[in-house]
């Protein structure tokens, strides 16, 4: 029995060394991916529930890493945090989705949101704020077009320090969305006084419309809160014409989901806006 509690401990320490080194591993090629320009952004619209318009893209995160192939977000992004390189790369990505803004803004287009997701670290950092001034600056991106998404989870941790950075980036002209919203836990108070524009509900909510009457519920909750607030709100992960008709008979204002499209590379983008223009 001694044996065995030997080898099982050492098999144990093996497979935690594996991990760690992969996970050194990856932060290595993580480091290096920003520089060998292995990251791009995709873009998923973002559509008016009545009119089938396209209103505005959320712009999402690829990693194309030459040596391991196609990395989730999922998988990145909480090393990126960790390891603190989410702030460089939050800042390409910020000025990368107002470049891509700025070249869609020609004649002949629509206007369109520009929706950008921001991590807790890269919120919390002391610089944040001058950091988009100047990256709007130097894009020449106009501020009313640029959303910056921030979780529930971020804008209710630390309430006071939140508010007071969200009011900060609010006098940028930017616009604010609570991304995730339901997941959190707001108070009611604080958000009423919260300087912002849009509520995202959370996926997880969509996805029980038709299977849970709980979900529904919070749904439709969601949905009033917003319209009482007088805040856009758009539900993200909608994936079956049954949930688009529930969102549009509750007067939910906009949907993003596989159901319209999923996240995609500019030109894609670029073939939906020329259909909603063509007329
Ligand atoms: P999120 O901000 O909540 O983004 C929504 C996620 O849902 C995206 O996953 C999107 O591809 C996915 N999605 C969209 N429509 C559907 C649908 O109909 N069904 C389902 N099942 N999923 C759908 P993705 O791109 O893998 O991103 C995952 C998370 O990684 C994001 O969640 C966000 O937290 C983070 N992330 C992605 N890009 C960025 C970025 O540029 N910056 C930062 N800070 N975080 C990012
Ligand atoms: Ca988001
Ligand atoms: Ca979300
Ligand atoms: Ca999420």
Not at 98 to 119: A, H
Not at 123 to 149: C, S
Not at 222 to 251: C, D, M, Y
Request: charged share 25%.
């Amino acid at each position: 029995a001694k044996e065995l509690g030997r080898n099982n401990y050492q098999f144990f320490t093996e497979a935690l060394n594996m991990k760690v080194q992969e996970r050194l591993a990856l932060e290595n090629s993580l480091r290096k991916a920003l520089e060998r320009e292995e990251f791009m952004l995709y873009y998923q619209p973002q559509v008016d529930l009545k009119t089938g318009e396209i209103k505005g893209v959320e712009a999402l995160i690829r990693w194309n890493s030459p040596e391991r192939g196609l990395i989730s977000p999922g998988v990145f992004i909480p090393i990126a945090e960790e390891t603190g390189l989410i702030v460089p790369m939050g800042e390409w990505i910020l000025r990368s989705a107002c470049i891509q803004s700025l070249k869609w803004r020609q004649p002949g287009y629509p206007g369109l949101r520009m929706s950008v997701n921001i991590s807790a670290r890269q919120f919390r950092e002391p610089q944040f704020i001058e950091k988009v001034a100047e990256v709007i600056k130097e894009t020449g991106m106009d501020p009313q077009w640029l959303e910056i998404e921030i979780t529930e989870s971020i804008a209710m941790e630390y309430a006071e320090d939140s508010m007071e950075q969200l009011r900060r980036l609010k006098q940028l002209g930017v616009r604010i969305a609570i991304d995730d919203f339901g997941t959190g836990y707001s108070s009611m108070n604080y958000l009423r006084k919260l300087p912002i524009d849009t509520l995202k509900v959370d996926q997880s909510f969509v996805q029980d419309i038709g299977i849970d009457e709980n979900g529904e519920a919070i749904v439709v909750t969601i949905i009033h809160l917003a319209q009482s607030l007088n805040l856009k709100v758009i539900a993200e992960g909608v994936e079956t014409e049954n949930q688009q008709i529930f969102l549009r008979t509750n007067r939910c204002h906009e949907m993003q989901g596989y159901l319209f499209c999923k996240p995609v590379p500019p030109v894609e983008v670029e073939k939906y806006l020329h259909m909603g223009n063509s007329s």
